[in-house]
């Protein structure tokens, strides 16, 4: 499974940033695919999943209202919609996937162990 992601930059605080992750090489069809962020000097920080047919999506409290996670099967393309940034969202983002039947953990209201990383992009909110 291949991960990149794209989108990040600088945006002023109060803006809004589209992160794109592109995904492929999967050999199953039934998966969970996530966002995660890790800020200088700090833990990585889960913040939402997607199940692989787009219907099932699980928010940490920390994004839930700010954040929308949705995806693109045709493009085999998964987006973070980030709004009302603030310097506190300055970090990398990832996305990463699960395994084989890992959309599993959303009818369970929870996001998945993961097995595949992107190289993460950076986003930068300015104050």
């Known amino acids: 499974v291949q991960l990149v992601e794209s989108g990040g930059g600088l945006v002023q605080a109060g803006g809004s940033l589209r992160l794109s992750c592109a995904a492929s090489?999967?050999?199953?069809?039934?998966?969970?695919i996530g966002w995660f962020r890790q800020a200088p000097g700090k833990e990585r920080e889960p913040l939402s999943c997607i199940s692989s047919s787009g219907t099932s999506t699980y928010y940490e409290s920390s994004v839930k209202g700010r954040f929308t996670i949705s995806s693109d099967k045709t493009k085999n393309m998964i987006y973070l919609q980030m709004n009302n940034l603030s310097a506190e969202d300055t970090a990398v983002y990832y996305c990463a996937a699960g395994g084989d039947g890992s959309s599993w953990y959303l009818t369970r209201g929870a996001c998945p162990p993961y097995n595949s990383w992107g190289q993460g992009t950076q986003v930068t909110v300015s104050s």
């Open positions: 090489g999967f050999t199953f069809d039934d998966y969970a």
